[in-house]
């Protein structure tokens, strides 16, 4: 049975972190996320069954064919694409790097930028496999949305939310090794989702522990921040009210201008320092399990 030696992988992890400011960088671009799934109730059925999104936008003075409004939707899913493919870049790099660093290797950027962007496509094949399932799902969920039957409506959609949340729940459990397997070992996309499945299946037991200590640290560290935040916006309120006092609104203007872009700042680096953090955590997970 696996047994996993926290406060050396932390400690480690901590290490790593601290002397490898450099993966910060990839880190901010590393975007986290989950889902709330809620099941609907009778009125947002039908109110779901009566709706028209084309009478929607009509009513807003809006046409879909208008080339304004083309475009937009365009330009934002052009956005939302470009923003996965750089999550999977950033992810990519900081493996990449992390094994640099295991391996007594220098870490330079350039060489982890170029490196990282070579596995987007791996990555990219990886999550349209996880996706299918997941469309599978949302099909069906649609299908009883707009069924007639009130029964059908209530079991089928507890049942296509209760799998989805499942089969979700498993995927964030083993997604990291999954994408160690591809990064890391050079796997192809299936095989890496198929050995990142078997090695999590193999050491169940340990590693739905380390995904739990991993959701207890982020509630950690997201207190943390907030404190940290919350203390150092206390001198630029104080600023604030001097300087209202003494340049009346400009001075105000200029404290809260300033104190948004230091506030802003600070999330960044935070952001790339705890994102390269917690991949160091996971990372270090994946090479104890496989016995590195």
């Known amino acids: 049975m696996l047994k996993i030696a926290y406060s050396e992988i932390l400690g480690k992890s ?6 490898n400011k450099i993966l910060w960088i990839f880190g901010i671009f590393i975007g986290g996320g989950g889902a709330i799934y809620n099941i609907p109730t009778r009125e947002d059925t039908e109110a779901l069954q009566g709706f028209s999104f084309n009478e929607a936008m009509g009513n807003l003075g809006v046409s ?46 350039v060489e982890l930028f170029k490196s990282g962007f070579n596995k987007i496509g791996r990555i990219l094949l990886m ?22 039957e009130g029964g059908t409506i209530w079991i089928g959609i ?16 083993f997604r990291h090794y999954s994408y160690c397997f591809a990064v890391l ?3 192809k996309a299936w095989s890496s989702i198929k050995k990142g499945w078997q090695l999590f ?35 630029f309120i104080l600023l604030g009210l001097i300087l209202s006092f003494t ?4 001075g105000l203007t200029i404290a809260v201008t300033l104190g948004i872009i230091l506030i802003l700042l600070a999330l960044l680096i935070l952001r790339g ?6 991949r160091s955590y996971l990372t270090h997970v994946y090479w104890q399990a496989k016995g590195n």
């Open 247 to 250: 340049a009346g609104p400009v």
């Open 14 to 19: 901590w290490k790593w972190t601290i002397k």
């Open 273 to 278: 320092a705890v994102n390269t953090f917690m």
């Open 64 to 109: 879909l064919s208008e080339p304004g409004v083309i475009a937009m939707v365009i330009g934002l899913a052009l956005l939302g694409i470009a923003l996965v493919l750089i999550g999977f870049w950033a992810n990519a790099s900081i493996l990449i790097g992390l094994s640099k660093v295991k391996a007594g290797s220098p870490v330079k950027f």
């Open 158 to 173: 507890v049942i296509v939310t209760v799998l989805m949340i499942i089969y979700n729940l498993l995927i964030f459990v």
């Open 127 to 148: 999550e349209i496999l996880f996706g299918i399932l997941n469309l599978v799902f949302l099909v069906l969920g649609l299908i009883f949305v707009f069924a007639r």
């Open 185 to 187: 070992e050079n796997e």
């Open 201 to 235: 299946r193999a050491n169940i037991g340990a590693l739905l522990v380390v995904k739990l200590m991993e959701i207890a640290l982020w509630i950690g560290i997201s207190i943390g921040v907030i404190v940290a935040l919350l203390i150092l916006v206390i001198p």
